[in-house]
């Protein structure tokens, strides 16, 4: 059986290596524009998948590799390698645009984003949500969906909150878990 959350680690590294040879050879602007998801997008559209992949520092990528390895094993095996890999990117990939363009919308700073965090938070809502003991209380108390949403939107605001920090993409994480606590809901990854 093939397993998604190793192959993710490895796609991760590649793209810091690579990120490094750019920079190196190339500077850091350009390793920006070809990693980093900025506005507007159409400038360079295939940041929306890089920077998924891509990372600031080292200790960016371990930490997001450390929570994505022990988020990524456990949901990977309600569902199968390439609706898996396809959850991630797509995930990141509205997570961090939404932060670049929250950015450049709110802040009015075009600040570019990169990262797999809010994926990581995508996965975490997944399992909260997803697992079969919020499906039964979920079931049992016949909570509306208008009602669940409410909740999920009241939790990520909570949790985003709890865990912001100068320079971390406050946004794509609150995207990244909402998506992940609907997705678990509806079980988008079961088989």
């Given at each position: ?19 490094r040879?750019v920079?190196?050879?190339?500077g850091?602007?350009?390793m ?6 900025s ?8 940041t ?8 600031a520092?080292?200790w960016?990528?371990?930490s ?7 988020l990524?094993i456990?949901?990977?095996r309600?569902?199968?390698a ?11 990939a509205?997570a ?11 802040v009015?700073?075009?600040v570019p ?13 997944y399992?909260?949500t ?6 039964f209380?979920l ?7 208008t009602?669940?949403?409410v ?17 971390v ?13 609907v997705a678990?809901a ?6």
């Open positions: 059986m093939v397993r998604a959350t190793p192959q993710i680690v490895s796609i991760c590294l590649f793209v810091y290596v690579a990120q040879v920079a190196l050879l190339e850091w602007d350009r920006g524009e070809l990693f980093a998801v506005l507007p997008l159409d400038v360079y559209p295939w929306i998948v890089t920077s998924v992949y891509a990372h520092t080292l960016h990528l371990l997001n590799l450390a929570l994505f390895a022990l990524g456990a949901v990977e309600q569902t199968g390439i609706r898996f890999h396809a959850f991630v990117l797509t995930s990141g509205i961090n645009v939404s932060q670049a363009v929250f950015s450049n919308a709110v009015g700073v075009d984003v990169l990262g797999l965090s809010g994926a990581v938070f995508a996965l975490a809502g399992l909260l997803g697992n079969r003991i919020s499906g209380v079931d049992r108390f016949e909570i509306p969906r009602v669940q949403f909740i999920y939107v009241v939790l990520a605001i909570a949790v985003t909150i709890a865990t912001a920090e100068p320079g993409a406050i946004v794509g994480h609150f995207t990244g878990l909402l998506l992940g606590l678990g509806g079980n988008v990854l079961r088989r």
